[in-house]
């Protein structure tokens, strides 16, 4: 199963962007420029694209931390956008140290409603190849609890609604978005969130195809979950870049074939996103967006004021 690759990024592409340094969270007077702007996470050869203009970079800190890295923020196909790098410049963070919390609660600063996850991902099925695209409808958690994956706690309690966690009204329009581009695109499947960093044993490989799962992947459901919790519709385009370890006319998954199919997939995703971005501007609302409309079981009363101060963004 493949990592996500952030080889390529902003500073060797645009190395003269413009720097806004934002300490705190930030207020909505402060970003006024950036009302609802569209979140990006990941998008190996996002940089690449001739129509991401007005590109400036957004530092934040939030109460959970720094995000990955700097946001850019600049326009795509006529609207704005907000990338972030999950694995921050240069690829430096493993999937254990993405800091999530962090890099939603930063997306939700910014405005965004709505997410789209570009990520490199392993087939687990003779109809997903390499150079194709999936778009999940669920997940199947294989971690050990390695990350915070909640907002909530110490004090506050809340259980959002999670069975269907992506989030369908994006999903369709990312399937559009994709059939538009030209890119073989499958709408559907479970995304298996396994630990890494190694990448599958044959055993789990062979688990998993067999259970019909999807593709595999390391980062995708923390942050479905968080997004969630943040009120924020999520949905993830899979970039297939191997068969992971169970094919037996395939060699087993490496790095190289996986930047190999990374560079190859970079095309279909540019061409995704441009077709993705108008038609994601003129959606209007989400279940995701009501998603802590009963979920908060703490009464206000007994909320601790830390707590509360430090959720008062995600708690609205």
Known sequence: MPLENED??????????????????ASSSRLSDMSSPIGIIGGSGLYQLAAFTEKTEVRLDTPFGAPSDAFIKGQL??????????????????????????NIHAMKQLGVKWIISISAVGSLQHDYAPGEVVLPDQFFDRTKGRVADTFF??????????GDPISLELQEVLFAAGQAAGAKIHKGGTYVNMEGPQFSTRAESETYRSAGYAVVGMTNLVEAKLAR??????????????????????????????????????????????????????LTHAKAHD?????????KEHWPEATAKKLALILG
């Open 291 to 299: 998603a802590l409309k009963y979920a908060v079981l703490t009464h």
């Open 153 to 162: 706690g110490e004090g506050i309690v809340a259980h959002v609604a999670f």
């Open 229 to 282: 919790e943040a009120q924020i519709a999520y949905a993830t385009c899979a970039m297939v870049t191997d068969y992971d370890c169970w094919h037996p006319e395939h060699d087993n998954v490496t790095v190289e074939m996986v930047i190999g199919w990374l560079t190859k997939n970079t095309e279909t995703a540019q061409k995704l996103l441009l077709e993705a971005i108008p038609r994601v501007a003129k």
């Open 77 to 102: 196909a006529g609207h704005d956008v907000v990338f972030l790098p999950r694995h921050a410049r240069g690829h430096k963070l493993l999937p254990n140290e993405i800091p999530h919390r962090a």
């Open 8 to 25: 390529n990024l902003p500073g060797r592409f645009f190395p003269a962007l413009a720097r806004t340094e934002l300490h705190g969270p």
